[in-house]
């Protein structure tokens, strides 16, 4: 499917800021870039550097004042994600070097703290994707979404432990049972169409039999149709913007909705002899 998403953001800057912005879709697997475009205003100079993750980053200096950002691309889409159950676990000696920092605890996860219910969760579950899976299960049916429940510090310890919180508190708490059970986790985000409501969304990969899969614990069922924008260890490293002073953000807007197809040209009939 092809998907129009985007975001619109309005800031006030109290003096000039520096931003580090994480907006911008790759073309990669599940998704093509059709079109793009980017727009702020006041005008000010970027520059666009490539992180750790391969995630595209944009750097500017805000100045003082309303300071907006206008991001919307035009992306193909897959209208499924790959699920593989039975899918052997990866031992850890097998996993490739840029995997395995992604077993390690992390700033909001907290693996090596949970890894007593970790084993709970997955008591009886064989090794590999079923695990992920039956995580992401029991998250979907334990924790409550609420929005106002956590914040910025909301660690995967917390939700554990209050067992409420929003996507972000979810794909934390996923990553670290995963990775508490030695399976490499990470953090995506991005846009999910048909999301409610419509926000920027947070869901986790997992790594077994080779490769990564997909998983979102708010989501009773498997969906497709996502843009990712960024790839990280956790929270820390996906922010969509990341400020050096003060800088308030008054409003924020993002939408994701479906094109039709363009019509398919035809020839035109050609009139028949009597």
């Known amino acids: 499917m092809q998907l129009n998403a985007g975001c619109d953001l309005q800031f006030q800057a109290e003096g000039p800021t520096p931003l580090v912005l994480m907006l911008r879709p790759r073309s990669g697997a599940g998704q093509w870039i059709i079109r793009e475009e980017y727009q702020i205003t006041p005008t000010v100079n970027v520059t666009e550097f490539t992180d750790m993750y391969g995630n595209l980053c944009q750097r500017l200096v805000a100045p003082e004042g309303p300071f907006s950002i ?3 691309a035009t992306v193909q ?5 790959d699920v593989a159950p039975g899918a052997p676990y990866t031992p850890v000696e097998d996993l490739p070097d840029d995997v395995l920092h992604y077993t390690l605890p992390s700033r909001y996860c907290q693996s090596d703290q949970l890894s007593e ?4 969760i997955t008591d009886g579950v064989e090794p590999g994707y079923d695990q992920p899976e ?3 299960r029991w998250i979907n049916e334990n924790i409550r979404y609420e929005y106002g429940t ?3 510090s ?3 310890v917390d939700t554990a432990q209050h067992r409420v919180g929003v ?17 490499p986790a990470r953090m995506v985000v991005g846009y ?3 999301l409610d409501p419509m926000d920027l969304h947070a869901w986790f990969e997992a790594y077994v039999d080779g490769r990564w899969f997909t998983f979102d614990a708010t989501q009773r069922e498997p969906r497709g149709n996502r843009i990712t924008v960024a790839y990280g260890r956790d929270a820390a490293d996906v922010a969509f913007t990341t400020q050096f002073g003060p800088m308030t953000l008054e409003s924020m807007r993002v939408w994701v909705d479906a094109l039709e197809p363009e019509p398919e040209e035809t020839e035109p009939a050609q009139p028949t002899g009597a």
């Open 150 to 152: 956590s914040d910025a």
């Open 167 to 183: 996507c972000r508190d979810f794909t934390h708490l996923g990553i670290s049972l995963c990775r508490a059970l030695n399976i």
């Open 77 to 81: 889409t897959a209208d499924a994600i």
């Open 154 to 156: 909301t660690s995967a």
């Open 192 to 194: 999910l169409y048909q």
């Open 117 to 120: 219910l970790a084993t709970q």
């Open 134 to 136: 039956a995580i992401r």
């Open 70 to 72: 206008h991001f919307t």
